[in-house]
C-alpha cells in the first residue's frame, strides 16, 4: 500500500472545529427544547444576549459557561463530551 501523510489540524484549526461543533450542537437543543431565540436561552442560563451571540461565533466558553448549557438544553453525553473537545 502507498504512504499518506494524513493532515494534521494546527491548534487554531482544531480550536475552530469544536466552536463550530459546540454551536451546531447548541442550535440543535435549542430547537429540540423549543427555544425560538438566543436571548430565550440566555436568560434560561443567566448570560446577556449579546455575550451568548459572541461566544457561541467565537467558541470562547468557559467550563461554567458550558456546563450551565448542557444543564437547562439536557444536552446528551456524547454532544457534551464533543462541545468539551474531548476525543474518545
Known amino acids: 500500500m502507498p504512504r499518506v501523510k494524513m493532515q494534521r489540524?494546527?491548534?487554531?484549526?482544531?480550536?475552530?472545529?469544536?466552536a463550530a461543533e459546540t454551536s451546531?450542537?447548541?442550535r440543535v437543543a435549542m430547537?429540540?427544547?423549543?427555544?425560538p431565540y438566543v436571548i430565550d436561552l440566555a436568560g434560561m442560563i443567566g448570560?446577556?444576549?449579546s455575550t451568548l451571540a459572541a461566544k457561541m461565533k467565537s467558541g470562547y466558553w468557559t467550563q461554567k459557561?458550558?456546563?450551565r448549557l448542557?444543564?437547562?438544553?439536557k444536552i446528551p453525553p456524547e454532544?457534551?463530551?464533543?462541545m468539551l473537545g474531548?476525543?474518545?
Open 79 to 82: 454532544d457534551a463530551v464533543k
Open 31 to 35: 430547537v429540540q427544547r423549543d427555544i
Open 47 to 49: 448570560m446577556g444576549h
Open 86 to 88: 474531548v476525543r474518545l
Open 65 to 67: 459557561d458550558l456546563c
Open 9 to 18: 489540524l494546527t491548534e487554531e484549526e482544531r480550536l475552530d472545529s469544536i
Open 70 to 73: 448542557i444543564t437547562v438544553l
Open 24 to 26: 451546531k450542537i447548541i
